[in-house]
């Protein structure tokens, strides 16, 4: 089979690999006309259900995807915060920003099947400790922010060292790859108090300064 030919200098990823988005969109068509025939408007319905789906979760995690996240929290919940014309500390909830602690030694010691299982089980022990309705997106390969509304930050905290306690002790059976050594499941995360709706976009690009410089830390990246 003959190699890819590499992209050139001045080339985008959309003029070289057109011709594949074209190929999906064309099988995405054949799939949407076969389900109308099959069963019409209804079986229609359900097909677009079924991507929309997927277009707005995360597959691995069932969270909101990047972009889907932020735009909730922009069209939905900064306006309904807004709306609600709170007062006081505590009274808007809590934003937590989440990364699981070296990912990519997780990767090496168990292969991507393993860091995919890891994220599965990381993700569903998220929703376990928070309610329907708040507000989860993973918002990178190993990031995740938490908008719980109404919930103060000490109520948070303690969810997430209940969170801590599950992810560390979970029993999921992972088989090393090239002799490698076991990496501890854990995490870094920041809470913070949601002062005001307006100041969301600033408090999360805190809490995610925070979280790696704590990492960097505690690895000993940074002079200390």
């Not at 011709?19 to 109308?36: H, L, P, R």
């Not at 997780?106 to 994220?119: C, F, I, P, R, T």
């Not at 992810?167 to 090239?178: A, D, G, V, W």
Request: hydrophobic share 40%.
């Amino acid at each position: 089979m003959a190699e890819a030919e590499p992209l050139r200098k001045g080339d985008s990823a959309k003029e070289k690999y057109g011709d594949v988005a074209e190929a999906f969109f064309e099988q995405f068509y054949s799939e949407v006309k076969d389900a109308f025939t099959r069963g019409g408007f209804s079986a229609l319905k359900d097909y677009l259900r079924r991507f929309f789906r997927s277009s707005v979760f995360d597959e691995l995690t069932g969270h909101f995807r990047r972009d889907v996240f932020f735009e909730v929290l922009k069209r939905q919940i900064i306006p309904r915060m807004n709306r609600a014309q709170h007062f006081g500390k505590g009274a808007f909830g809590s934003l937590v920003v989440l990364d699981i602690d070296h990912f990519k030694k997780v990767n090496s010691a168990y292969g991507h099947g393993g860091g995919d299982a890891v994220l599965r089980v990381f993700g569903n022990l998220i929703r376990e400790q928070f309610r329907e309705y708040d507000a989860i997106g993973r918002v990178g390969g190993d990031e995740f922010i938490i908008i719980a509304e109404g919930l103060p930050t000490t109520v948070v905290d303690l969810r997430m060292e209940e969170l801590r306690q599950a992810f560390l002790h979970y029993p999921l059976q992972l088989e090393l790859i090239n002799g490698r050594a076991p990496v501890p499941l854990s995490f870094s995360y920041r809470v913070l108090d949601i002062d005001s709706p307006d100041n969301i976009m600033m408090l999360i690009r805190q809490a995610d300064l925070e979280v790696f410089k704590m990492k960097d830390l505690r690895d000993g990246k940074l002079a200390k």
